[in-house]
């Protein structure tokens, strides 16, 4: 009798690839003309991304550069938390702050358990382990339904899909 086939839904960022777009992103933002003379930065502070400019406009394009830079090297812009977009005033100058998500938070590893066991195939088990889900099946064809199901889903995390066995 053939066993289970599974796979795991996880939520991890590469921080390499976020370092090396940041890196890319300041480097555009130091050459372009556009943000000569208005104390444009993107920097790491921490664990937080800081976007400073001398108004909220140049902050929210220095955010544009950087998203951009992320979508190249292949990260979700889902990965990054940035609050509600609103560049906070601090003495003369604008600031972003923007942090890392990683892991899955319980809310959407329950989602994500709700949407697979209402809307998947019969016979397929979820089960929540930490900030990761293992989703198991006798079939490996449920399994691929439900990782395009979760791809085309609303959840607001990155998700990977790992240990495919």
Do not use: C, H
């Not at 702050?97 to 209402?118: C, F, M, P, V, Y």
């Amino acid at each position: 009798m053939a066993s289970d086939s599974s796979f795991d839904v996880v939520s991890k960022v590469d921080r390499q690839e976020v370092d090396n777009a940041l890196n890319q992103a300041a480097k555009e933002i130091s050459q372009r003309y556009d943000f000569r003379n208005v104390g444009a930065s993107i920097a790491w502070s921490g664990e937080a991304i800081v976007m400073t400019a001398n108004t909220a406009e140049r902050v929210l394009a220095i955010l544009d550069v950087f998203q951009s830079k992320l979508i190249r090297r292949g990260v979700s812009l889902k990965a990054i938390d940035t609050g509600e977009d609103e560049p906070q005033p601090s003495g003369k100058e604008y600031r972003l702050a923007g942090t890392l998500k990683e892991g899955l938070s319980s809310e959407n590893a329950k989602k994500i358990t709700k949407l697979i066991r209402d809307e998947g195939p019969k016979g397929v088990k979820t089960q929540i382990t930490g900030d990761e889900v293992r989703v198991s099946s006798k079939k490996r064809d449920d399994l691929q339904v439900v990782i395009a199901m979760l791809k085309d889903a609303d959840i607001d995390a990155a998700l990977q899909f790992v240990n495919y066995r």
